[in-house]
């Protein structure tokens, strides 16, 4: 491994916080899934009366009917459902009684509603969202105008890229210049929801940051095969002359899968990538760090070695381990950071090579309780054995909810837990909330569906299940009314405000 600079390494958790893990499609509000609007400001209060340090999101990137925002066609976009309609009222671009959509596509039609009112209007507020647009556009044109001709086509020709006609799916530029010239405004109207959905966001993290709470986003190691990101650099992952993965990730059979998970996403090729030091990657995390304060990777062992599967394999069984150049990469990117604002997905079987490169960069890495109490002491999950520099969950957005695992144990699980946490009288999930609480690691997150004590029906996401994922919302009177001076009040217990 490199060398990195020890008087510029250290960890970016320099004090106790504690946070709520929750994504904005969860929150309340009249349409079909939460937004950037005044729900999302309440929420950011909620947090700040609560004494929370941390709002933890999923990708924010757009998303495909399935709704997994780890499913998404752009690395570099937003996903413009979280934008905040009324704003179009304000500016004058929807009227006051528009109707409230009732899914995606009609929210969708909202935004190209208002693209067309500002497009044909001359009012001052439509004069200064043109002269925006075109400053974003140039801002971000490395990889907008390459995501706004992607969805064009895409919309017009039904299909994944792979199956285009030849000179489109090459990206050839004589083809892309046509594409351009014939749809303008369908172009635009990309520009302009990428433009509002960044306006948005930007003011919720100015709002949040400005009452001292850190937003902790989230970075999909692998990229999608039908996406912008692939289409528009072939060149720069493994793939046939037709376009198709020759390789694709996964992880190995192990305890939980005989056959493993074959994601089928396509692989790098670092080679390449090293060749012009991570460009791609290094224009990616400059991205979403000025999206978030800090972002964890998922994943994050896939920087050291990832699990390659022939392309033409229906399982995972038939793979193998191949080096990944991460301690390079996380060199070039401490070039421009003294700590690498990172948390280190971490979780499953992890070897020790990974475990020093996530040391080397002081990356603090991932505990879930919930993981903590089916071994024995050595566990690496239990409080006792943490280091300061961790984050402790009660679970994850994978995770059952506290209260539905613990349903589910054995009565000798059961014992062994409410053991260890020395036989509270309180019931789920306020004792392994305590438990985070008060552990050593730096920083605690809590699913809000924990905060709330909700059951099993109201997790967010079942690996493994195609239907119903993605799709949990709370509302504001499932809050008790003296949850947020309980919380900040344990806070202050356990020295995290």
């Known amino acids: 491994m490199n060398k990195a600079p020890a008087n510029l390494v250290h960890s970016f958790l320099d004090h106790r916080l504690a946070g709520i893990l929750l994504h904005p499609s969860s929150l309340p509000g009249s349409g079909p899934f939460g937004g950037f609007g005044k729900e999302a400001f309440r929420f950011v209060d909620f947090l700040f009366e609560a004494g929370m340090g941390v709002w933890q999101v999923l990708p924010l990137g757009p998303v495909s009917d399935d709704l ?18 009324n704003d179009f009222v304000e500016l004058g671009l929807l009227t006051s009684d528009y109707r409230p959509p009732g899914n995606i596509h009609d929210h969708i039609n909202l935004i190209d509603a208002a693209y067309d009112a500002c497009k044909a209007s001359d009012s001052n507020n439509c004069a200064e969202i043109k002269i925006q647009l075109k400053k974003f556009g140039a801002a971000n044109n490395d990889w907008l105008l390459d995501y706004a001709l992607f969805r064009v086509i895409q919309k017009q020709q039904g299909q994944p890229w792979y199956l285009w006609p030849e000179a489109l799916k090459k990206h050839d530029a004589v083809a892309l210049c046509k594409i351009k010239n014939q749809y303008p405004d369908e172009i635009k109207k990309v520009y302009f929801k990428q433009y509002f959905f960044h306006k948005h966001w930007k003011a919720l993290k100015t709002y949040a940051n400005k009452k001292n709470i850190k937003l902790l986003g989230d970075l999909p190691i692998f990229v999608a095969h039908n996406s912008a990101d ?42 390449v990538m090293a060749g012009d030091e991570f460009g791609w990657w290094r224009r990616r995390v400059s991205h979403l760090l000025d999206w978030f304060d800090w972002v964890r990777i998922d994943h994050f062992r ?19 381990w191949i080096k990944a150049p991460g301690d390079k990469f996380l060199h070039y990117l401490l070039e421009n950071h003294h700590a690498l604002p990172f948390v280190a997905e971490d979780l499953g079987i992890i070897t020790e090579e990974v475990n020093k490169l996530r040391e080397k960069y002081c ?8 993981f903590a109490f089916d071994s024995d002491d050595d566990n690496p999950y239990l409080p006792h054995n943490y280091t300061e520099n961790c984050v402790v ?21 059961k014992h062994r837990v409410l053991d260890y946490l020395d036989q509270p009288k309180a019931p789920m999930p306020l004792p392994l909330i305590h438990c985070a609480l008060s552990s050593k690691a730096k920083l605690a997150i809590i699913p809000m569906q924990d905060v709330l004590a909700l059951g099993e029906n109201e997790r ?20 008790e009314p003296d949850l947020a001076k309980n919380l900040i009040d344990w806070n202050r217990e356990y020295k995290r405000v």
């Open 363 to 370: 990356l603090p890495g991932m505990k879930v309780l919930q």
């Open 302 to 320: 896939g920087l050291e070695s990832y699990w390659e599967i022939p392309a033409e394999e229906k399982t995972a069984i038939q793979g193998r």
């Open 230 to 271: 692939v289409w528009s650099h072939q060149e720069q992952f493994n793939l046939d002359e037709q376009g198709m993965p020759v390789t694709v990730a996964g992880v190995p059979p192990d305890y939980f899968s005989e056959t493993g998970q074959r994601w089928g996403n396509p692989h790098y090729r670092w080679d």
């Open 393 to 413: 969950y009660t679970g994850t957005h994978d995770n059952n909810t506290v209260i539905g695992w613990f349903t589910d144990l054995s009565d000798q699980q």
């Open 460 to 479: 967010m996401n079942t690996p493994g299940h195609s239907n119903g994922n993605w799709q949990w919302r709370f509302t504001w009177d499932q809050l």
């Open 68 to 85: 997994s925002p780890y499913h998404s066609a752009s690395a570099f976009a937003g996903n413009p459902m979280f934008i905040d309609l």
